[in-house]
Structure formats: structure tokens, C-alpha cells
């Protein structure tokens, strides 16, 4: 029996055709069947286009049901589905478009003038327009296909999709996921979290980005149950179709922003069935108020780009406030020395190294950077720095990029942030470290407060009977909202860009 996403959607038309599979905000229904056949439309259009087995489709447009129905066509075909980020500008498409060499590029009605002079530029043999509402080129041309476009036999090992990792420490790369790096996950995670086909998924997150694409959508496949979609996150929305709802993927911003939206309730969670946070560290304090305000314990698992989930807090017994769970099964996790890539003992911090089916086949025509990243073993080095506790919890202590060395000492992040979250009045914060004079990098802390009579000294004062000396931020910056990227992960080397000469210019 084939193994692949695809598979699992057609027998799920085939034996229940009229069982819902997008809810859309308005009320509107697409079956499984509807979208079966559409997707044989949508296939049958890119087959007409050219498209070939293995070959490449990219696709940078808004959210929509036909969006995600493209994704799902170019499975159907064996195609290769490659998601762009929306607020990718003509330039940095200049080099994902180059770098993949796709056959057939999607994009928005309203970038027609750019991306037609971009695409005869690099030789991308065919475009389609799609609007943020499913119409376009693509909704009228598949219009005139038929339904019953033979699906591609695939086989595990062969290239699902191509996903770019964000490039925040160079270029980026593209990571390969094979057919059985999704379907294996998928499968996974449906189990573990007791997925069915009765859950109704409240899914506010993009869809070019590995949680609200292979995550969301795939567990969904996987279980046979429903998306309500919306098309973008508006926490008012969540408020109004939660009682349609069972479970809720998000990120930490979700879980937040309703905290502060007073239609929010005990009474409005109270059928729900699962939160779930991840794509970013979600913070002790917004774990723990979640919990009292609603009597849910938010679930926190840990991806990447590479590899989809690789641990999840567990769906029965305790959901650790700072930690990412266990090993989910199938996956085996160590940590181990970043020098020597010796494994190190329980309770030692060092890097995370991970390895199973849901482990990626590589980056894309990078053979060099593949055999960097991946050991002969098959573990991927993950570049994120963690610990696992003596009950074998796994906790992100930070990227090992963002590993501050003062005055010869390793400053792990994650650990001052926590404490730094903990004080009253503060809303969140990044600790970053920037050069210094004397210490080679002083510790910055960079906190977004809810409170104004919150200043830098009382931070410091809080903070100087919990941390060793050289841990203790030097200084303490206030900004209005912290920088985020789409997936409300905050970014760290801007603000290092931003405040990197704050102790040169003090020195001077």
C-alpha cells in the first residue's frame, strides 16, 4: 500500500466523498470529494502546462482553499511543491525562482508586470496568476479540465517538496522532504496526539511554511478530519469559530493575543480538545496564565524546516511549561559536544542531533552543505542547543548561533529570558549578546514591557540573586513590539545588527 500524503486523501474521498474537508469562515463546505476532483482540475492544468514528474512548481500567493488545493494537485501529478514566503520581494525570488528552476511558477494577479519580465529573465517556461480570493488564471483555465487526471504512482523515497530555509546566517538553502518524510510524520503525530476524523482543526497559519502546511494540513489528511481555514490570523475570528473547533495550531503570538481578547473564556475552550504551540520558544509565563485562563495545558512540540516534528510535549501526562516533550516515536534524539560531536551525558547542554524517517534527504543541489549537516550516521545536526532532564524532557536552550560567550563563560539565552519573562510587567524578551571591550561579548537584554513604570534598573535588581555575575544582562533596552518574522519568531540578528555597538560607543 502507498505510503504517501496523496494516497491517504484519495481513500478518504473515495470511502466518505461527502465528509467536510474545508470550512471556510462564511460557512461554505468543499467535501472530500469536491476537493478530489478539483485537484484532478488543477493537476490536469499543470499536466497541460508541462509539468512532468519530479519537476518543480512554485507558488507564492495568498492563502486560500484553492491554495491549498494546488498543493494537493501537485502531489497528485508527482510533481515537486515548492511554498514561497509572501512578503518575499522580486529580488530574493530572483534566487529561489534561479536556484529551483521550476516549470511552472504561481503567483499574484497584482505582481503580473514584475514576475512576467523575472520569469523570461531566468527562462521559467510558464506562469499562472492566483488571487487571494481562489480566482485567476488558475481557477479559470482548470475550469476547463477534467476531474479524473491519473495520480502518479510515487514512491516513498521520491521528492515531495522544497522547502527554503529562512537564510537569517547566509543564503538560503532548500531543504529536499521526501513522500515518506511527510507521510511518516504525519502518521506520527496523528497518533501520538489522538488525531481523528471527528477533529475539526481551527488552522489561522500560512501555508508556505512547514507547520501550517505539513503539519496542519498533512495531520488532517493523515486523520481524515476537517480545516475550518481562515485566511489569515485575526484573533477575533478565532473567538468567533472556536465553537466550531477541537483542536488549534499556532504560534506563541496566538496563545497571547487571545489572552488579551476579552471574548476569550474558560466557557469558549471549554469543548476544545488541543492547543498546540510551536515554530518558536512559547514563554513559561504565557503557559501558566493559558492554563488558568482557560484550564488548558497548551501542548509544545519542536520542528524544523528539515525535518518536520521531532518531539512533542505528551498528550497525556505532563506538558512542561519551557520544554519541547519527548522524542516522538520513530525518532531518536542525543545531545552531544558542538566541537567533537562526542554524545554527552543527561543533563549536560550541547547540540541537538536528530534522526528517522522524518529526517530530510538533503539540500538541494548543495551536496557540501548535505555532508556538513549530515552525519554518515544519519543523524541531522540541527544547529538548536538543548538539555534532556533525568524524566527525559527535552528543553531549546537556544540556537547555537545565538550562543553568547562573556569573558570565556557560555551564556545559554533561553535561561535569562525566562527569568526576565517571569518579572512583573514584562511582556516578552530576547537576549542577545553584541562585542564588548573587556568581556569579548556583553550580555543585552531586549525586553517588549506591558508595564510603563518598568525600567532597566529593576530588571538588573531582579535579576541579580538568580544569575551568575557574567549571566546578568550589562544592559536592558525597551522597544514597542520585538521584530518577528512571519511565524512570529523573533528576530535575533537584526536586533544584534541594531544594537551591536552599544558597548563601543559607551566605551568611547
Known amino acids: 500500500m502507498r505510503q504517501d500524503m496523496f494516497s491517504r486523501f484519495q481513500a478518504r474521498a473515495a470511502q466518505v466523498p461527502h465528509a467536510p474537508f474545508l470550512i471556510l469562515p462564511d460557512g461554505k463546505v468543499i467535501t472530500y470529494g469536491a476537493a478530489y476532483a478539483r485537484s484532478g482540475q488543477i493537476a490536469g492544468l499543470f499536466r ?20 491549498l488545493l494546488t498543493y494537493l494537485a501537485t502531489m497528485r501529478i508527482g510533481a515537486v511543491y515548492l511554498p514561497l514566503n509572501t512578503g518575499y520581494t522580486a529580488g530574493e525570488l530572483r534566487f529561489f525562482l534561479g536556484d529551483a528552476e521550476p516549470a ?4 499574484r494577479p497584482e505582481d503580473e508586470a514584475a514576475m512576467s519580465a523575472l520569469c523570461a529573465e531566468l527562462g521559467v517556461p510558464a506562469r499562472l496568476t492566483l488571487d487571494s480570493q481562489g480566482g485567476g488564471e488558475l481557477a479559470m483555465l482548470a475550469d476547463g479540465q477534467g476531474e479524473n487526471t491519473p495520480v502518479h504512482d510515487v514512491q516513498s523515497e521520491d521528492l515531495a517538496a522544497i522547502l527554503y530555509t529562512s ?21 506520527t503525530l496523528r497518533d501520538y496526539w489522538r488525531y481523528t476524523e471527528q477533529d475539526r482543526l481551527l488552522h489561522a497559519l500560512p501555508i508556505f511554511h512547514t507547520h501550517g502546511l505539513f503539519v496542519a494540513t498533512n495531520i488532517t489528511l493523515a486523520a481524515g478530519a476537517a480545516i475550518i481555514l481562515l485566511p489569515k490570523f485575526d484573533v477575533k475570528e478565532l473567538v468567533r469559530l472556536m465553537p466550531q473547533a477541537s483542536v488549534l495550531m499556532g504560534v506563541p503570538t496566538f496563545y497571547s493575543r487571545l489572552l488579551a481578547e476579552p471574548g476569550f473564556t474558560r466557557e469558549l475552550a471549554s469543548h476544545m480538545r488541543l492547543f498546540v504551540s510551536g515554530s518558536a520558544p512559547l514563554s513559561a509565563e504565557v503557559h501558566k496564565e493559558f492554563s488558568a485562563r482557560s484550564g488548558h495545558a497548551i501542548l509544545e512540540r519542536y520542528g524544523m524546516t528539515e525535518t518536520n516534528m521531532n518531539t512533542s510535549n505528551p498528550y497525556d501526562g505532563d506538558r512542561v511549561p519551557g520544554s519541547v516533550g519527548f522524542p516522538l516515536p520513530g525518532v531518536e534524539l542525543r545531545i552531544t559536544n558542538p566541537e567533537t560531536g562526542e554524545e554527552l551525558p543527561q543533563g549536560e547542554v550541547g547540540g541537538i542531533e536528530v534522526r528517522g524517517p522524518n529526517v530530510f534527504k538533503g539540500y538541494w543541489r548543495l551536496p557540501e552543505k548535505t555532508a556538513e549537516e549530515l552525519r554518515p550516521d544519519g543523524f541531522f545536526i540541527t544547529g538548536d542547543m538543548g538539555v534532556v532532564d ?20 557560555n551564556v545559554y539565552p533561553a535561561e535569562v529570558e525566562a527569568l526576565i519573562d517571569a518579572i512583573p510587567g514584562v511582556a516578552e524578551s530576547a537576549v542577545i549578546g553584541v562585542p564588548h571591550p573587556d568581556m569579548g561579548e556583553g550580555v543585552v537584554a531586549v525586553v517588549q514591557a506591558r508595564s510603563p513604570d518598568l525600567d532597566e534598573a529593576a530588571v538588573i535588581a531582579a535579576l541579580s540573586g538568580e544569575l551568575a555575575r557574567f549571566k546578568q544582562p550589562r544592559r536592558v533596552v525597551f522597544v514597542p513590539e520585538l521584530p518577528r518574522n512571519t511565524m512570529g519568531k523573533i528576530q535575533k540578528k537584526q536586533l544584534r545588527e541594531t544594537y551591536g555597538d552599544l558597548f563601543v560607543a559607551a566605551s568611547a
Do not use: W
Not at 497541460?48 to 491554495?67: C, F, M
Not at 536552550?397 to 569573558?407: E, F, H, T
Open 48 to 67: 497541460a502546462k508541462g509539468v512532468t514528474p519530479g519537476d518543480r512548481i512554485a507558488v507564492q500567493v495568498e492563502k486560500s482553499a484553492t491554495a
Open 390 to 409: 533525568a524524566r527525559g524532557y527535552v528543553s531549546i536552550v537556544g540556537r547555537a548561533k545565538d550562543l553568547i560567550i562573556c569573558g570565556g563563560f
Open 167 to 187: 537564510g537569517t546566517t547566509g543564503r538560503s538553502k532548500g531543504a529536499m522532504l521526501s513522500q515518506g518524510n511527510l507521510a511518516s510524520n504525519a502518521a
Open 104 to 107: 511552472l511558477f504561481i503567483h
